[in-house]
């Protein structure tokens, strides 16, 4: 059987049962996932969130070894998801959920307190100045994060990226953020956290390549709210 096109890829993902695609969705009202995602789970475990998740790599490992948790990736590429989406329904992986949309509507997604934690697995970088803003560290999408996520809630980092390790650990100290776990090169350890020997697509590349895997888990406080225009400048 002839593999399917990535156009292919994009239409299945409208008829597969754990995605929800929402990337014609618009700013504006609330999406109605948001404070309903217990229902779309059918029990209350608490739920980890992937974002710029890919193929969901970390959904999938996750799920696997925590039934007792709910699992959500997200991601804009639908062929991506179609991977992941397609491969959790193979192993009847039912605590596993995708949803394709854009990082930047999520408090519409979820409801205040709703993430347990979140994963941010290799997301683009930005490394030019002029896009810093679009970092997934950003104090600006922190301050989103900090309207979804349980108070206390962990944010996980794994990045090959010098340039996205160094800058999430200024806007930690900027604002005083707790920090858990702050490595350089996880793989330059002998004992390593616990589930940082997942490996995505894009790290097993990183690691072929002989670059350093780097990873942080901080969590947030209330200064992430305070104005951002004229920080990181």
């Keep these: 059987m002839s593999r399917k096109t990535k156009v292919q ?25 948001r404070g309903n995602w217990s229902k779309l789970f059918g029990n209350d475990h608490p739920i980890t969130l992937e974002l710029a998740c890919g193929k969901g790599e970390y959904c999938l490992g996750l799920g696997s070894r925590y039934p007792e948790r709910n699992f959500v990736g997200l991601d804009i590429k639908g062929d991506r998801i179609w991977k992941g989406a397609t491969e ?11 949803m394709r949309t854009r990082i930047d509507h999520i408090t519409n997604y979820f409801a205040p307190g709703e993430i347990d934690e979140i994963w941010i697995t290799f997301p683009d970088p930005y490394p030019r100045k002029s896009k810093k803003r679009k970092r997934l560290t950003h104090p600006v999408f922190l301050s989103r994060y900090a309207s979804i996520l349980r108070s206390g809630g962990p944010i996980h980092l794994k990045t090959d990226s010098d340039q996205l390790y160094a800058f999430t650990l200024e806007v930690i100290a900027l604002f005083e953020l707790p920090v858990e776990y702050k490595i350089p090169d996880i793989y330059g350890l002998d004992n390593r956290p616990e589930n940082l020997d997942i490996q995505t697509y894009y790290e097993k590349q990183h690691v072929s390549e002989g670059k350093a895997i780097k990873y942080v888990a901080f969590r947030l406080n209330d ?6 225009r004229h920080l990181l400048d």
Excluded: K, T, W
């Design 9 to 33: 890829r994009y239409q299945d993902i409208l008829s597969l049962p754990n995605v929800i695609d929402l990337h014609h969705y618009r700013h504006g009202d609330h999406a109605s996932v």
């Design 223 to 228: 200064a992430v709210h305070r104005p951002v």
């Design 88 to 98: 959790a329904l193979e192993r009847g992986l039912e605590n596993v959920r995708f």
